[in-house]
């Protein structure tokens, strides 16, 4: 059975930092491009960063460049996201997702191209 599992999110004070997990069972992480992608109630769902399989490549939703990292494990199969100086504006639930490339090679932050998604975690920011 194929599964994302999130963990790590919970509430800040705006400057503050987490750093969430997302670790895959039932496949082979290191065949998947990935992706952290976030949604606040009533609003759609958006990427924040994804990264290649091989970690060569990351690309950043240009409201989060400079304040989160996205990394990778391959061999503990699992995929992060360190937020620092946390802002009001980035309470959402993220989610973690997997790209199993066959619809495209590209890296992306669009979600529809994302085949497999965890149940997100939810990040409150807040004073």
């Known amino acids: 059975q194929l599964r994302l599992v999130e963990s790590g999110g919970g509430l800040v004070h705006p400057g503050g930092s987490l750093r969430l997990s997302c670790v895959a069972s039932?496949?082979?992480?290191?065949?998947?491009?990935m992706g952290w992608f976030r949604q606040a109630p009533g609003k759609a769902r958006e990427g924040v960063a994804c990264?290649?399989?091989?970690?060569?490549?990351?690309e950043y939703a240009g409201s989060v460049q400079d304040q989160f990292t996205i990394s990778r494990d391959n061999a503990k199969n699992t995929l992060y996201l360190e937020m620092n100086s946390l802002k009001p504006e980035d309470t959402a639930v993220y989610y973690c997702?997997?790209?199993?490339?066959?619809?495209?090679?590209?890296?992306?932050?669009?979600?529809?191209?994302?085949?497999?998604w965890g149940q997100g975690t939810q990040v409150t920011v807040s004073s």
């Open positions: 039932g496949f082979q992480l290191d065949q998947y491009a």
């Open positions: 990264i290649s399989t091989n970690s060569g490549t990351t």
């Open positions: 997702a997997a790209d199993d490339l066959h619809g495209s090679p590209w890296l992306t932050l669009e979600p529809d191209e994302y085949d497999y």
